[in-house]
């Protein structure tokens, strides 16, 4: 997806928005993969008599995977390259796509849900990193943000094939799961075709590979950049992020990632279709409106991230905040009436997806980045993604198990991410610090870090 490029950055910079958009690839796989699954997931529970705690686990199995994939993946990516990780990452994609697809057995079913989410994990974390070391400063932001973009448009591609898909026979779930195999395999040819992060090429002493990649995006000063690059691995920099020194960043890291999935958002990506139904739509009814879903996640996604660096990081959570209690309290109040809500229910869920996809979908990634210093970046940044992909993975299981528990379940499940979301809003306003226009030493020096 190139929308979030400005035409100019294409033109100057054109092989470093190309090989940064095929390493942009995985996020839209990782976006199909999170959200394909919920067109499936009810024909699943049934194939295999699942109950409620079984067919939470079944769908969580995928988001178990992702937590040990971002946890897992930074060593390899250190020692091998991020190229042999991205490549690994695709053919991951594809085997989980077609065993999915072809199991027929639900423990095969499980283990290849969970391999496809160590792709995602891994993929969350060298995919932006492959694409912050190799775009030239000028363009950092825009193509770092591609990988978002691309995370949900793969959510818009999935809710689309699904919605497609449905009702053309007995083995359609079998089809939408083997979706992915397409992408994943374009992904894996491509991805053979770009070169390996500059940064990692300097780090292991081979400096005039490094420059002719670095030569080729239109990085300028190369020279000054390389022997910079030396000095920082001669450093050795081993700081240690738990060492009470880093306390503030820890804190705002976790809490904003526990109240990204605390809203509830993967409970609905992953079970729109039967959030719908329990509305009172038909099944035909409930995909065309997870299509919906997705379209609005996907637009107001990139409306976010035309204005982050103008109205700030706050701000925008501040709005998304309030606006996600409001919705989620009236999406609660219709499930708790007669006939379950009806048309209300996709009126207030769009609005839901609108306000997460403006404030935390856009803001979680780039202020964990820039709250941590460059000494315990990528151990921050582990964190921030191993509390969010947790707490995924709680939600997501715990779901089905609350709504099929009672009849009132869907108005618990609501309410309940509505409160979390009142107390983020105080959180953020009360506690969370504004990031925008800042460097990251003022930064730094703002939180007590020395």
């Not at 991951?92 to 499980?110: E, H, T």
């Not at 195999?181 to 292991?204: C, H, K, M, Q, Y």
Request: aromatic share 14%; glycine share 10%.
């Amino acid at each position: 997806m190139t929308t979030a490029i400005p035409r100019t950055a294409v033109k100057d910079y054109g092989y470093a928005v190309r090989v940064s958009l095929i390493a942009a690839l995985g996020g839209f796989l990782f976006g199909i993969e999170v959200a394909v699954i919920s067109g499936a997931e009810k024909t699943i529970q049934q194939l295999w008599s699942l109950n409620s705690f079984w067919q939470g686990f079944t769908v969580a199995s995928s988001l178990i995977g992702t937590v040990f994939g971002s946890l897992l993946t930074g060593g390899p990516a250190q020692q091998y390259g991020r190229k042999k990780v991205l490549i690994v990452i695709a053919l991951m994609y594809l085997l989980s796509a077609i065993g999915c697809a072809l199991s027929s057995a639900w423990l095969l079913f499980v283990l290849f849900r969970f391999i496809g989410g160590l792709a995602v994990g891994a993929s969350s974390v060298v995919g932006p990193m492959y694409i912050s070391e190799i775009a030239p400063a000028k363009i950092r932001g825009a193509l770092a943000g591609s990988f978002q973009v691309n995370i949900v448009a793969g959510i818009l591609v999935a809710y689309l094939a699904n919605f497609l898909l449905a009702g053309t026979g007995d083995d359609a779930w079998r089809y939408m799961l083997g979706v992915m195999a397409i992408p994943a395999a374009v992904f894996a040819l491509l991805v053979r075709t770009i070169p390996e992060s500059p940064r990692w090429l300097v780090l292991n002493g081979q400096d005039e590979a490094a420059e002719k990649i670095f030569a080729r995006t239109g990085e300028t000063g190369i020279a000054a950049l390389i022997r910079e690059e030396h000095a920082l691995a001669k450093q050795g920099i081993k700081e240690r992020l738990f060492s009470g020194k880093y306390n503030k960043p820890i804190f705002y890291a976790m809490l904003l990632a526990m109240f990204n999935q605390l809203s509830g958002i993967n409970a609905i990506i992953y079970y729109a279709p039967r959030i719908f139904e329990m509305a009172g739509f038909n099944q035909a009814s409930a995909f065309q409106q997870s299509v919906y879903i997705g379209a609005a996640n996907f637009l107001f996604t990139l409306l976010a991230m035309s204005v982050i660096d103008r109205f700030g990081r706050k701000k925008l959570l501040l709005i998304g905040a309030a606006g996600m209690f409001v919705f989620l309290a009236l999406t609660a109040i219709a499930f708790n009436s007669p006939g379950g809500g009806g048309s209300s229910v996709i009126i207030y869920l769009i609005g839901f997806i609108a306000c997460f996809a403006f404030s935390q979908g856009a803001v979680i990634w780039v202020f964990i980045s820039e709250i941590f210093p460059n000494a315990v970046r990528s151990q921050g940044g582990s964190l921030g993604s191993f509390t969010h992909w947790i707490m995924a993975a709680i939600i997501s299981w715990t779901f089905p198990i609350i709504v099929e528990g009672s009849p009132n379940g869907g108005f618990y499940s609501f309410i309940f991410y509505s409160v979390m979301m009142l107390a983020s809003f105080l959180f953020i306003w009360r506690v969370m610090p504004e990031t925008k226009g800042k460097s990251l030493e003022q930064i730094q020096q703002e939180l007590g870090i020395k």
